[in-house]
């Protein structure tokens, strides 16, 4: 009597730890899509507000020329500037070192999604130093 009920009782066990391991395994696989969606999310996200608020002037994308000609590419500008420094810039609403460029008073996940964007086409070569 006691073997079996021991027997069944080890089966239990096995069957919540099967169970246990599956959903662990779900567990996992989410958290990995979620991690690796985020960033074309954020990208998608600070490209709209790069259009919204810098297209004015800078050109976007992999574009060279944009309206104002003193505005250099925004895919140039992180050869220039450390993105840590932009981004702190940018949630401080310093004006970013020029002229007639408004000052930006992004939140922290608006500084991040704009600088994951910069990153997301900055130019393979510093082109000033071609
Ligand atoms: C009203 C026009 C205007 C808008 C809008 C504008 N900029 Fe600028 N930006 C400029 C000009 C002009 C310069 C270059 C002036 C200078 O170097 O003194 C510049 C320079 C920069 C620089 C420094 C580049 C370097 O190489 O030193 C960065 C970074 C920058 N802009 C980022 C942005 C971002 C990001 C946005 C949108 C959130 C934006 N700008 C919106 C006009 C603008």
């Given at each position: 009597?006691?073997s079996?009920?021991h027997?069944?009782?080890t089966r239990?066990?096995?069957?919540v730890?099967?169970l246990?391991?599956?959903?662990?395994?779900v567990?996992l696989?989410l958290?990995?899509?979620?991690?690796?969606?985020q960033?074309?999310?954020?990208?998608?996200?600070?490209r709209d507000?790069a259009i919204?608020?810098?297209?004015?002037?800078?050109?976007?994308?992999a574009?060279v020329?944009?309206?104002n000609?003193?505005?250099?590419?925004?895919?140039?500008v992180?050869w220039?500037?450390?993105?840590?420094?932009?981004?702190d810039?940018?949630?401080?609403?310093?004006?970013?070192?020029?002229?007639?460029?408004?000052?930006?008073?992004?939140?922290?996940?608006?500084t991040d999604?704009?600088?994951?964007?910069?990153k997301?086409?900055?130019?393979?070569?510093d082109?000033e130093?071609?």
């Amino acid at each position: 009597m006691g073997s079996i009920f021991h027997i069944r009782l080890t089966r239990l066990a096995a069957r919540v730890l099967l169970l246990l391991v599956v959903l662990f395994a779900v567990a996992l696989l989410l958290a990995a899509s979620c991690a690796s969606s985020q960033p074309a999310t954020q990208v998608a996200v600070g490209r709209d507000i790069a259009i919204a608020r810098c297209s004015s002037c800078h050109a976007i994308d992999a574009e060279v020329s944009g309206p104002n000609p003193e505005a250099p590419p925004l895919k140039t500008v992180l050869w220039r500037y450390n993105e840590e420094r932009l981004a702190d810039d940018f949630i401080e609403a310093v004006r970013v070192g020029h002229g007639d460029m408004p000052v930006f008073d992004f939140n922290p996940a608006g500084t991040d999604a704009l600088i994951a964007y910069l990153k997301s086409i900055k130019s393979a070569r510093d082109p000033e130093a071609e």
